[in-house]
């Protein structure tokens, strides 16, 4: 069974203050690492795919990582637009049509 | 561009009655799903449709059914609801049939449901 855990819960974070988000997953055959961001009253909205470990992708203020056990998405110099929950989802080969979500680390970003 | 539409946005419901949950897509997409999303445990996915003509349970499909009317439409039924099934509903959709790279989810803005 595919397995995923986001840490931290909750990160309040100040203006400008970079950190990371953490995925750690447990699947039979990765065959894709989602990361999606999630606005209030919003469903998800997709960011990045990760499929091998070693590969990062980056958008703006967003860099994700992958390794063979865990993903991180780093946020550098964040800005109170940047505040959301944000999602991590696996698809693996064992469940190929299905997405195992995380519960998701909501974010805030205070000015 | 509308993407992914759920209608409706906000239900009540009494305990026992029933109700469908609609959504559509624009995309072409091959494969639609329905997930219940509750504080603290993420998304689940209810019921899953790879293709035109056929659907799979997922995670928590019991007191559910689900009808994928064609190509564009996949709808959620709840025959007798019940508190447990207060939640918030996301249809999504992917363009494959999940085996294909590059098969990111597309998700509508949901349905917010509350059984009384």
């Known amino acids: 069974e595919d397995q995923v855990t986001q840490s931290p819960e909750a990160l309040r974070l100040q203006e400008g203050e970079s950190s990371s988000l953490n995925c750690s997953y447990t699947v039979s055959g990765l065959r894709g690492l989602f990361w999606y961001r999630q606005d209030p009253g919003k469903g998800p909205e997709f960011l990045f795919t990760?499929?091998?470990a070693g590969e990062e992708k980056e958008k703006e203020r967003l860099k994700a990582t992958l390794t063979k056990k865990e993903s991180f998405l780093h946020i550098t110099a964040p800005k109170p637009e940047d505040s959301a929950t944000y999602l991590c989802?696996?698809?693996?080969?064992?469940?190929?049509?299905?997405?195992?979500f995380g519960s998701g680390t909501q974010l805030t970003v205070l000015p | 561009n509308a993407g992914v539409t759920q209608t409706p946005k906000f239900q009540v419901l009494k305990t026992g009655q029933s109700m469908t949950l609609q959504c559509a897509q624009d995309?072409?997409?091959?494969?639609m799903y329905w997930y219940r999303q509750d504080p603290g445990m993420g998304l689940r996915l209810i019921y899953y449709?790879?293709?035109?003509?056929?659907?799979d349970k997922g995670e928590v499909p019991n007191g559910y059914n689900v009808s994928r009317l064609n190509k564009r439409e996949f709808s959620l039924r709840l025959e007798s609801a019940a508190p447990s099934q207060t939640s918030v509903y996301f249809c999504a959709s992917i363009p494959g049939t999940g085996h294909q790279r590059n098969t990111e989810a597309f998700f509508g803005q949901g349905t917010r449901l509350t059984v009384v």
């Open positions: 990760l499929y091998s």
């Open positions: 989802a696996v698809r693996s080969s064992g469940s190929a049509r299905q997405l195992t």
């Open positions: 449709s790879a293709s035109e003509g056929t659907t």
């Open positions: 995309m072409n997409h091959n494969s």
